[in-house]
Each structure stands twice: as structure tokens, then as C-alpha cells.
T-cell receptor, first 113, second 113 residues
Framework: GNSVTQMEGPVTLSEEAFLTINCTYT??????LFWYVQYPGEGLQLLLK?????DKGSNKGFEATYRKETTSFHLEKGSVQVSDSAVYFC????????????FGDGTTLTVKP | NAGVMQNPRHLVRRRGQEARLRCSPM?????VYWYRQLPEEGLKFMVY????????ESGMPKERFSAEFPKEGPSILRIQQVVRGDSAAYFC???????????FGPGTRLTVT
């Protein structure tokens, strides 16, 4: 079956530091890949997505590139802010599997001033 | 354009009672997903429905749990004879079609006393 493995947290960074959260996946077909963010007490929000190999998703300074050869979709940001503190989820959606989505376990990011 | 709506936001039930969680998807979305999130844990898929049909219920416990998405009205996740282990945040998400990104509601936090 499909699976998503993401970097274990928690991750603690100082403001303006560089962020990488690793995500690798296993899928039988050609999935779409997503990063979602969850702020305390809220539901998940889509952060960015990529639907095919070599696509780069970007939003709010975050980026991730769909790498088919390494089955990865690592999340990066050049300079984090305190307001980026949240839980980040990597996910895939497999159209060939009735569109079922598979989520990673989430990585908690805390950014300190 | 209202987002995904869930109610109630907080629900307290005693052991043995029934819990009914409601989800109204975004306008135009016919695909609904339910997830459970335990404290400090990731998001676990429960069930995927498309108007009046259950597409995938592989993540839902066989007993006490049921879900429906009628032709008219919200999707309902029903938990009968709740136990303390059912205490969690339950999130609903919707999408316009198979494999697209999902739009999440704010969640219902169920507490079983």
C-alpha cells in the first residue's frame, strides 16, 4: 500500500534560520503530493502541492519539489518566522486508488525569536 | 464561499452514549473524508464517501462507528456506545473530485468522560 514517511520532530529553530522537513513516499501509481499545515486548535490547511514529477510547489516562502527518482518531496524555507510555528503534514493522493490520501505523522516546528 | 463546516466544535459524552458529528462540505464538493487525530499524534484516515456511497472505509473500526453522506444534508460520523479511547479530534475534509487537494474543517473535539 501507499505510505508517507516524514522527518520526526519536534524541530526547533531560531527566527531566520533555514528549514528543511524531509518527506519520502511509497506509491504504486503516480500520486499528487501535498504539504499541509496545522496551527494550534485548527484544521489542516493546504500549504502547497505538486501533481507530477519535477513540479515545484511554492507558497508563503515555502517550496517543495516532486522528485520521482528519490520518491521525495522535502519542504524548505529559506528564513523562518515565529508565525511559522505549526505542525506540518506531508501527504499523497493516489488517483489510481480511488483518490485515497495518505498522510505522514506530522512534524512539529517551533520557531523562537 | 464558505469553507468546510463541522459541528459541534466541542462535544462531551459519557461512556456508553452516542456521538454524532456533522460535516458540511464546501459548495460543489461531492467527496468527503473523515480523519481522527489523537493528542500528539498524526492524522489517521477513517472513511471516504462520495454522495450516498461509501468508497473506502478501511480506516474505520468495524464496530460502533458508521458514516453516511446522504443526497441532501451533511455527512454524519456516528459513534455508538462511546468509550474513553474515542476521545480525539475528528476532522472532515472535502474535495471537488478524486485525487484533488482536500479542504479541511476546523474539527470536532470529542471528550468522553
Amino acid at each position: 500500500g501507499n505510505s508517507v514517511t516524514q522527518m520526526e520532530g519536534p524541530v526547533t529553530l531560531s527566527e531566520e534560520a533555514f528549514l528543511t522537513i524531509n518527506c519520502t513516499y511509497t506509491a504504486t501509481g503516480y500520486p499528487s503530493l501535498f504539504w499541509y499545515v496545522q496551527y494550534p486548535g485548527e484544521g489542516l490547511q493546504l500549504l502547497l502541492k505538486a501533481t507530477k514529477a519535477d513540479d515545484k510547489g511554492s507558497n508563503k516562502g515555502f517550496e517543495a519539489t516532486y522528485r520521482k527518482e528519490t520518491t521525495s518531496f522535502h519542504l524548505e524555507k529559506g528564513s523562518v518566522q515565529v508565525s511559522d510555528s505549526a505542525v506540518y503534514f506531508c501527504a499523497l493522493s493516489d488517483r489510481g486508488n480511488a483518490g485515497k490520501s495518505t498522510f505522514g505523522d506530522g512534524t512539529t516546528l517551533t520557531v523562537k525569536p | 464561499n464558505a469553507g468546510v463546516m463541522q459541528n459541534p466544535r466541542h462535544l462531551v459524552r459519557r461512556r456508553g452514549q452516542e456521538a454524532r458529528l456533522r460535516c458540511s462540505p464546501m459548495k460543489g464538493h461531492s467527496h468527503v473524508y473523515w480523519y481522527r487525530q489523537l493528542p500528539e499524534e498524526g492524522l489517521k484516515f477513517m472513511v471516504y464517501l462520495q454522495k450516498e456511497n461509501i468508497i473506502d472505509e478501511s480506516g474505520m473500526p468495524k464496530e460502533r462507528f458508521s458514516a453516511e453522506f446522504p443526497k441532501e444534508g451533511p455527512s454524519i460520523l456516528r459513534i455508538q456506545q462511546v468509550v474513553r479511547g474515542d476521545s480525539a479530534a475528528y476532522f472532515c475534509a472535502s474535495s471537488p473530485s478524486t485525487g484533488d487537494e482536500q479542504y479541511f474543517g476546523p474539527g470536532t473535539r470529542l471528550t468522553v468522560t
